[in-house]
T-cell receptor, first 115, second 112 residues
Framework: GAGVSQSPSNKVTEKGKDVELRCDPI?????LYWYRQRLGQGLEFLIY????????KSGLPSDRFSAERTGESVSTLTIQRTQQEDSAVYLC?????????????FGPGTRLTVT | SQQGEEDPQALSIQEGENATMNCSYK?????LQWYRQNSGRGLVHLIL?????REKHSGRLRVTLDTSKKSSSLLITASRAADTASYFC????????????FGAGTILRVKS
């Protein structure tokens, strides 16, 4: 079946503009994760949706970052008033069950460049 | 600070040689996962080892876990150019709920 998809694949925006990134998880996966990966670095957890429970937003770096997910479908990550330090690859992952016992399936990422 | 830290940061070997990467972590864990990231296939899960397991194999991959030392190693035998990638360990962590914490990764380059 189809894997996790993300759009756009690349986004260049001017400092101060808002951007919206989209993630389509694998159908039936109840858990969805957003990560940020700066150049040459590991993955930084941002937010985690776990079925119908309240999302875990503990990784969001500032109130300029927000995310939504409708049910067990698409999620959008919004960054308001973008700054140059927001430049990174934003990765989305889904897993069948919201548990660290299960592998995460990653999308190809959105490369965000803030000029 | 990160739960998982890989070492070395970078490793360069000849095709056919074995590659060993290590991961150390700080708190007790339930399991540890290894992922590979390359430009062609993105980030892909390789193997999961539970805290009550000491060794696990998958094809040319061998993972060991030493919970007393809070460390894991990933061995890739008979490496191929296609193994060139970044390798990350990921663990759950106390107080971190159902999330995984990823290390900074080891960059492996296999020269043909």
């Amino acid at each position: 079946g189809a894997g996790v998809s993300q759009s756009p694949s690349n986004k260049v925006t001017e400092k101060g503009k808002d951007v919206e990134l989209r993630c389509d998880p694998i159908s039936g996966h109840t858990a969805l994760y957003w990560y940020r990966q700066r150049l040459g670095q590991g993955l930084e957890f941002l937010i985690y949706f776990q079925g119908n429970s309240a999302p875990d937003k503990s990784g969001l770096p500032s109130d300029r970052f927000s995310a939504e997910r409708t049910g067990e479908s698409v999620s959008t990550l919004t960054i308001q008033r973008t700054q140059q330090e927001d430049s990174a690859v934003y990765l989305c992952a889904s897993s069948l069950v919201p548990s660290y016992d299960y592998e995460q399936y990653f999308g190809p990422g959105t490369r965000l460049t803030v000029t | 600070s990160q739960q998982g830290e890989e070492d070395p940061q970078a490793l360069s070997i000849q095709e056919g040689e074995n590659a060993t990467m290590n991961c150390s972590y700080k708190t007790s864990i339930n399991n540890l996962q290894w992922y590979r990231q390359n430009s062609g296939r993105g980030l892909v899960h390789l193997i999961l080892i539970r805290s009550n397991e000491r060794e696990k194999h998958s094809g040319r991959l061998r993972v060991t876990l030493d919970t007393s030392k809070k460390s894991s190693s990933l061995l890739i035998t008979a490496s191929r150019a296609a193994d060139t990638a970044s390798y990350f360990c990921a663990t759950d962590a106390e107080g971190y709920g159902n999330k995984l914490v990823f290390g900074a990764g080891t960059i492996l380059r296999v020269k043909s």
